[in-house]
């Protein structure tokens, strides 16, 4: 009963997504220290901007052109750079005061999920002043777009998606559980694309970053209901840009190509999941990454095809599509069931390549039931994964995670 109540609401939910003001990003490509970003905010009028970033991003010069050429072309900015890997509430309210104390016009997120994922945050609070972090978290809280202020994505990393996503997702800095601010509202106004932000990402986080746009991809894809033939075709073009160029950027991080299309993928996947949800992989993987502080990519990694095993037959024919889109099984004669083994196999590949373990050394036994309620309520009702659990195949997936958990050596 509980199931189908389950797939009630996600019909419901679908006949909503179509009512939804749906936005892409308007993409800017060039250097973040060339002129485009800067006309692009003169063009609007903007003169008084909060630059939220990372803690990091100043002592690695990378903004630094940036910011010296909006002094020169008179753009008055505050950095707001104040921000752990999982920003949290009291993060995002020091964030909305300094927006106050310069009268600001509008925002630059700049960097990886986690500053982006505040300044969405900031704004949504700016375009709600009344309501705090906890009262926005859910979904469709933030309502009116004309209130939030311009905000400008420069990804600094490929993955995360944030910069076209709706998603917000802030730690309670009290009990350590992440929750999303999700609203089509807070998608970033203009996305910048610049590779060069990227070269300097060292493998192992590149390796994370590189497969949580695959999880989007691919949990958006195997999910489908809520998304159109735009966002499937988007999934599947970002799935197989990952396929081609995660191990070239992983050992090769000065390509410009690979980083480049590293780049691009992580957008589309994020435009393809911020329709169609993500799964019961970010679902369980937000409770662990949130209790053991473990990097959100590395989590969303392991449990990738741990859960694709665990949807089985429901998931199968979308994951066989991805095989042979990706030419892990050109044989048309492969059974469906044979060609998603393929698309499995390949995704433990390339976390072996990468030097991910294919499991958790860390999950302690008295947490596992705080791990399946706060995945449950997290995935059930809203996404529309392809098999909705329930508590034992939660906890299934997390025994065989725990279990699970050599590091496997065998480098590229
Ligand atoms: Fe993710």
């Known amino acids: ?33 060339g002129s485009e970003l800067i ?109 939030v202020p311009i905000m400008w994505a420069v990804p600094t990393t490929a993955g995360t998606g944030s910069e076209t996503t709706m998603a917000a997702v802030i730690t309670d800095r009290k009990t350590n559980r992440k929750k999303s601010i999700n609203d089509v509202s807070i998608i970033p106004h203009i996305c910048v694309f610049d590779a060069s932000l990227t070269i300097g990402l060292p493998p192992d986080i590149t390796a994370y970053t590189g497969m949580d746009a695959l999880c989007h991809a691919v949990e958006a894809y195997t999910n489908s209901s809520y998304n159109t033939d735009l966002e499937d075709h988007m999934a599947q073009r970002s799935v197989k840009l990952i396929h081609d160029n995660i191990l070239g950027a992983y050992s090769d991080g000065t390509n410009l190509f690979y980083r480049k299309n590293m780049q691009t993928a992580a957008f589309y996947a994020g435009r393809a999941f911020t329709r169609g949800c993500v799964g019961y992989v970010h679902a369980i993987g937000h409770a662990i990454g949130g209790l053991y502080k473990i990097p959100h990519g590395k989590t969303m990694a392991i449990l990738l095809p741990h859960v694709m ?52 050394d860390c999950i302690k036994e008295k947490d596992i039931q705080i791990i399946v309620r706060w995945a449950l309520e997290e995935a059930n009702p809203l996404y529309p994964v392809p098999k909705v659990f329930g508590k034992n195949q939660i906890i299934a997936v997390i025994r065989k995670v725990m279990l699970d958990n050599s590091i496997h050596a065998d480098f590229i």
Not at 46 to 75: C, D, F
């Open 39 to 147: 006309s692009d905010m003169k063009k609007r009028d903007i003169n008084r901007v909060l630059v939220v970033m990372g803690p990091h991003m100043l002592k690695r010069g990378l903004p630094l052109s940036m910011l010296e050429n909006m002094a020169h072309m008179g753009i008055m900015y505050q950095v707001f750079d104040r921000i752990t890997p999982d920003p949290t509430d009291a993060q995002v309210e020091d964030g909305v005061k300094l927006y106050n104390q310069i009268d600001g016009q509008g925002i630059v997120l700049f960097g990886g999920g986690s500053p982006m994922d505040c300044g969405k945050a900031i704004a949504a609070r700016i375009a709600r002043p009344s309501k705090s972090v906890k009262k926005l978290q859910g979904i469709l809280r933030v309502h009116s777009r004309k209130r």
């Open 309 to 360: 095993r665990a949807y089985g037959k429901n998931a199968e024919k979308k994951l066989a599509d991805l095989s042979d889109i990706c030419g892990l099984s050109t044989d048309c004669e492969i059974p469906v069931s044979e060609k998603s083994q393929l698309f499995i196999n390949w995704i433990e590949s390339v976390n072996r390549k990468m030097s991910i373990p294919s499991g958790f």
């Open 1 to 33: 009963m509980y199931k189908i109540l389950c797939r009630v609401f996600q019909v419901f939910m679908k006949v909503a997504m179509y009512m939804l003001p749906w936005y892409t990003p308007e993409i800017i490509e060039g250097s973040v220290s």
